[in-house]
């Protein structure tokens, strides 16, 4: 078992955050009371858990009861976890032709919370969440792997700063522990040198960010010299970390720098400990499959990664193909923890785009750019020229609100590139590609 963090400051977070929000709190307790059960045990809770999710779509969900009538698929056939493997997967396209009836009796689309997602392969995409589910709890449990804690001061490199009433909100829900923001869309050297100053304040202990935009900020304080005594550890997220890259970073942040693997979708389904030997799934909340078409790969294998949301009822997606593709291990972890390993994530590796003046944009930024027109883009990809110019290719799902979409993103990237920069939007077919190597931010500048 990792490193058990329970200082006055955490206790006191809890208390505090159990008054704001009991459900989270609870919640928190019953996922670290999960790790102390054995791999038998946790294997049994993640099967009834598939079971009961099953049972209920069965009586509570048009979408499934309808599909797995058409698969001849009945409740009654589910009898062993080998069974489960005969229920047809999910695909994402199911998705966008069914959102409606994806729901849930019970639940309503419109006060549910949503997610939209460029995704693994810049094909935007909208799922619901279920509001009982755990969500930011789960990565406290993480970040008690990686020797830190929720009720630690932080520094996060996200796509934007938030507004200043959510800022407001978070000093409630976090105090007395410190957040500081740098805005990755946003990453000039007068940016990332207040950011700095910010954080040599506050003294962060751990660093949380887009891979691109922490990798940004630690070439910026490698060119000044700069050093955060204080953190404990960097997570990354939203792209691979490829282990060259996890190298340079640990070296400039003088940390662990760790990743974790999730999506829109799936706030979370895996992460790694400190022992970095391939990620631990998360199979109390999750149950991760790895099938070649629709057949089941051996252990080790790689091949399409299928999720199960174990816990969102609301919308339930139920061997999901996300578009990933990875392996389950076989080895152990020296670490302690029940859940079992997969291999780090290859897919969605996005370029960063680079501007004239030295600057640059993570490729985690682009990923999103459609994400509030899902409904009138198919998908799409960036691709930077040496010189500089970007042209973004498309292809639309909806002839009339694309034109609409294509116009409100080239206004907004506009606005943040400036003139320096040649901007082009075109129509293509794009053949997506799910084989884990496609990157659609694609520059031909290498810094
Ligand atoms: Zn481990």
New binding site residues.
């Given amino acids: 078992m990792q490193l058990k963090r329970e200082t006055m400051n955490s206790q006191f977070f809890l208390a505090k955050r159990k008054l704001l929000n009991q459900r989270e709190v609870t919640s928190a307790h019953a996922l670290k009371a999960n790790e102390q059960l054995s791999p038998d045990e946790l294997a049994s809770l993640n099967w009834e858990k598939r079971k009961e999710l099953i049972r209920f779509v069965f009586s509570h969900n048009v979408f499934y009861q309808k599909k797995y009538k058409a698969a001849g698929f009945e409740l009654g056939d589910l009898k062993s976890p080998e069974d489960f493997e005969k229920i047809p997967p999910l695909e994402k396209q199911e998705i966008r032709d069914n959102l409606e009836s994806m729901v849930s009796h019970g639940f309503n689309a419109s006060s549910l919370p949503s997610s939209t997602t460029g995704g693994s392969t810049g094909v935007p995409l909208k799922t619901y969440c279920d509001p009982s589910a755990p969500g930011s709890e789960i990565s406290w449990r993480t970040l008690n792997w990686w020797g830190t804690d929720i009720s630690e001061n932080s520094a996060y490199l996200y796509r934007a700063i938030p507004s200043a009433k959510s800022q407001m909100m978070q000093r409630v829900f976090l105090w007395p522990s410190k957040r500081n923001w740098l805005a990755a869309q946003d990453m000039d050297e007068a940016s990332m040198e207040l950011f700095y100053r910010q954080v040599s304040k506050s003294k962060p202990n751990y660093l949380i960010g887009y891979v691109g935009a922490i990798d940004i900020f630690a070439g910026f304080m490698e060119k000044y010299n700069y050093q955060l005594d204080s953190v404990k550890a960097v997570w990354t997220t939203s792209a691979p970390l490829p282990e060259g890259k996890r190298a340079y970073l640990q070296s400039v942040f003088n940390a662990p720098t760790l990743t974790q693997y999730g999506s829109c979708e799936f706030y979370w389904v895996a992460a790694e ?1 400190l ?1 970095q ?1 391939g990620m ?1 799934v998360a199979s109390d909340i999750r149950h991760v499959e790895v099938v070649e078409g629709n057949e089941p790969v051996p252990v080790e294998e790689f091949g399409d990664l299928l999720i199960t949301d174990l816990c969102n009822h609301a919308f339930p997606l139920i061997r999901y193909r996300l578009g990933d593709r990875g392996r389950l291990l076989k080895k152990s ?1 020296s ?1 302690g ?1 029940p859940f079992g390993l997969m291999d780090y994530v290859k897919g969605r590796i996005s370029d960063k785009i680079h501007l004239p003046d030295g600057g640059a944009i993570p490729g985690e930024y682009w990923t999103t750019i459609f994400d509030d027109h899902t409904d009138s883009v198919k998908s799409f990809q960036v691709h930077q020229f040496a010189d500089y110019s970007i042209t973004v290719y498309y292809e639309s799902l909806q002839q009339e609100s694309c034109a609409k979409a294509v116009a409100a993103v080239r206004a907004k990237l506009t606005a943040k590139l400036g003139s320096a920069v040649s901007l082009k939007f075109e129509p293509k077919k794009i053949n997506v590609n799910d084989n884990g190597k496609t990157r659609f931010v694609v520059s031909e500048i290498r810094s």
């Fill in positions: 400990c022992k030997n631990h972890c670490c923890l």
